[in-house]
């Protein structure tokens, strides 16, 4: 018998663990020696339990920082390491091999077919090319469409399994604000959950896919899989629509990946073309044609809507932006700050000066962003850090362009004007046609 393949999987608390499962899990020609963890505050340290791990790893599997990965790859002689992160300039990635290999071990990216898992009900993915382009309205207006049309829908949210212990966040079913309490979520994980919990949807996530898809067949005649980090779809999809932004013009083929998103894309939906350039529009169109000339391009719309936008007229205001979005996404402002400008703030506030704690280490090593404050929440004490930075603040008022409603996870001393953000109509028109001819097909 040959000696096990010795494996690291390198990840963000997501698609490494999704790897693990399907690949490694009860596969006896490798030994996963570790996780290494990066991109998410606070996931080190911890253990991929055995709850999870199965069988051919009794007591776990450590989570290490990247930080530690040259060194244990020379210590536990590793032969292999899978890359298994997302939402990266292929620089990044290529650097990260040059680790690897420079360290002795061969470096791998796992695809589809090794990763993908076929549902039993017919599946709609909708995935990105970066961090915010706004898949997540499209995934649940598509989630809208489908139920008007009388069928039973699941959504099945890309993982955010934060908590310390993961056993709880094996799969999570939400449909109600108790069971946001009852998962302990984080304010990342809020912004994709209570707007599905807002419209009397049904939303799954957490740690391993194989026992998520099949609660989630159970009760629904459609699975949408509402990707995220821009990775590609955990189930083999019948239809992929694939977002691309361009206010990221480019970005759609140089990162990892967005660009697989798009060449195996049925549907690409150029998205913000209300707000963007019309040149970046046409290079972004440009660039899906080249890799993907099969595929149909919508350029889709996305409205902005501050529900008390008399609020801000005239005043001092701190913009509060998708965390996400406007960190690892790097885009330099989103919904809160469009809010703000058409409805005539007086001034937006550089909130760096009144910054605490995590959050000041936010914005050093996000140095791009100067008049937002993304909303960083990976636990209570980062929730506590953030209240803090908010109530120092010297504003009027707070437009708060995350998707969820603050004051349900934190005390403000200023007035949070919340701003919504939603499918433009004429693209509502789009996705209601393609939907129908889908589920002709299928249903």
């Known amino acids: 018998m040959t000696d096990k393949k010795k494996i690291i999987i390198m990840g963000?608390?997501?698609?490494?663990?999704?790897?693990?499962?399907?690949?490694?899990?009860?596969?006896?020609?490798?030994?996963?020696?570790?996780?290494?963890a990066t991109?998410?505050?606070?996931?080190?340290?911890?253990?991929?339990?055995?709850?999870?791990?199965?069988?051919?790893?009794?007591?776990?599997?450590?989570?290490?920082?990247?930080e530690k990965l040259t060194e244990l790859i020379k210590e536990n002689g590793i032969d292999?390491?899978?890359?298994?992160?997302?939402?990266?300039?292929?620089?990044?990635?290529?650097?990260?091999?040059?680790?690897?290999?420079?360290?002795?071990?061969d470096f791998t990216l796992l695809g589809p077919e090794s990763t993908m898992i076929k549902s039993t009900k017919p599946l709609i993915?909708?995935?990105?090319?970066?961090?915010?382009?706004g898949k997540s309205q499209v995934s649940r207006k598509i989630f809208e469409i489908l139920r008007k049309k009388g069928l039973k829908v699941a959504s099945i949210r890309h993982p955010m399994p934060y908590d310390a212990d993961l056993t709880t966040q094996i799969c999570q079913r939400f449909a109600?604000?108790?069971?946001?309490?009852?998962?302990?979520?984080?304010?990342?994980?809020?912004?994709?959950?209570e707007p599905y919990i807002d419209m009397n949807g049904v939303i799954f996530a957490g740690v391993d896919y194989g026992k998520i898809l099949s609660e989630a067949e159970k009760e629904a005649d459609v699975i949408i899989w509402d990707g995220g980090n821009n990775d590609f779809s955990f189930y083999k999809p019948d239809l992929l629509i694939t977002l691309a932004d361009p206010h990221r013009p480019g970005?759609?083929?140089?990162?990892?990946?967005?660009e697989v998103n798009i060449r195996s894309a049925d549907v690409v939906i150029i998205n913000k073309a209300n707000t963007a350039n019309k040149e970046d529009i046409?290079?972004?169109?440009?660039?899906?044609?080249?890799?993907?000339?099969?595929?149909?391009?919508?350029d889709g719309i996305s409205s902005v809507i501050a529900e008390e936008g008399n609020l801000i007229t005239g005043k001092k205001v701190l913009v509060i932006e998708d965390g996400p979005t406007v960190t690892h996404g790097g885009m330099k402002y989103g919904a809160g700050t469009v809010a703000a400008n058409d409805n005539n703030a007086g001034e937006i506030i550089d909130p760096r000066n009144f910054a605490v704690g995590s959050i000041t280490e936010t914005f050093n090593k996000y140095n791009h962003l100067t008049s937002v404050l993304p909303a960083m929440g990976y636990g209570k004490k980062q929730i506590s850090e953030l209240e803090e930075t908010i109530n120092n603040t010297e504003c009027d008022v707070v437009v708060s362009g995350t998707p969820i409603d603050l004051n349900r996870v934190l005390n403000s001393s200023k007035p949070i004007v919340r701003v919504r953000y939603g499918v433009g109509k004429e693209t509502v028109k789009d996705l209601e046609k393609i939907?129908?001819?889908f589920t002709s097909k299928l249903l």
Not at 39 to 57: C, H, M, N, T, V
Request: aromatic residues 12%; proline residues 7%; glycine residues 6%.
């Open 39 to 66: 991109q998410i505050p606070d996931i080190a340290g911890r253990k991929y339990p055995p709850e999870l791990s199965g069988e051919l790893y009794p007591n776990g599997i450590p989570i290490y920082p990247e």
């Open 251 to 258: 970005h759609e083929i140089s990162y990892y990946p967005g």
């Open 282 to 298: 046409e290079t972004v169109r440009k660039n899906v044609k080249n890799v993907n000339p099969s595929a149909q391009i919508i």
């Open 435 to 437: 939907v129908a001819d």
């Open 12 to 36: 963000a608390a997501g698609r490494d663990f999704h790897n693990f499962n399907v690949c490694y899990r009860e596969n006896n020609e490798y030994e996963v020696v570790a996780f290494t």
């Open 80 to 105: 292999e390491v899978v890359f298994a992160y997302s939402d990266l300039p292929y620089e990044y990635v290529m650097r990260k091999s040059a680790v690897v290999n420079a360290a002795g071990a």
């Open 125 to 133: 993915a909708v995935c990105a090319v970066r961090t915010g382009c």
């Open 176 to 193: 109600s604000y108790d069971d946001l309490d009852k998962y302990n979520c984080t304010i990342e994980e809020r912004e994709e959950y």
